[in-house]
């Protein structure tokens, strides 16, 4: 992003597509930055392409509207989170094994390595359970709209 402000600051013309050269793929927020940027100020930036990570100590540039954007798309794909894990519901059978004593269900099994990964992620992101993860994901929503707005927490 400081790369594009102070070249962009620059005054030159850029007609043609801008490439940016990095040794890693662009994160999530970056990506949308990118693009809400080149949308807003009619520029053609680009990186090799996004490994779709969003960080939660990323920051906002100071250029409203296009942070704006990127909150709007941060904030969407939390929604999208969020209502896929209401439907990962726990099961009683998925916690004792079966009283019949006969093999689980494969579709069981597919929805225990569901869990399973899910869990994997939990812990990468120091978050240990679905609900500290909607708790962990609004407070990071509220904090990003208060910066927006100047406010204070």
């Not at 269900?105 to 992101?125: F, I, S, W």
Request: aromatic fraction near 8%; charged fraction near 25%.
């Amino acid at each position: 992003m400081r790369l594009i402000l102070s070249l962009d600051f620059s005054q030159e013309s850029f007609e043609s597509v801008q490439p940016i050269g990095c040794s890693k793929r662009t994160c999530l927020c970056c990506w949308h930055w990118i693009n809400s940027y080149n949308r807003a100020h009619g520029t053609q930036w680009m990186t090799a392409g996004c490994h779709g990570k969003p960080y939660m100590n990323w920051g906002l540039s100071g250029d409203i509207p296009v942070d704006r954007e990127v909150v709007a798309a941060m904030r969407l794909r939390v929604r999208g989170v969020l209502a896929w894990m209401e439907g990962w519901k726990r099961r009683l059978s998925d916690e004792h094994a079966n009283s019949s004593g006969s093999s689980p269900d494969p579709e069981d099994q597919v929805e225990e390595m569901d869990r399973a990964d899910l869990r994997a992620a939990y812990a990468r992101d120091g978050v240990d359970s679905p609900a500290n993860f909607r708790r962990t994901s609004i407070e990071a929503l509220h904090a990003e709209e208060a910066t927006m707005t100047g406010q204070r927490l």
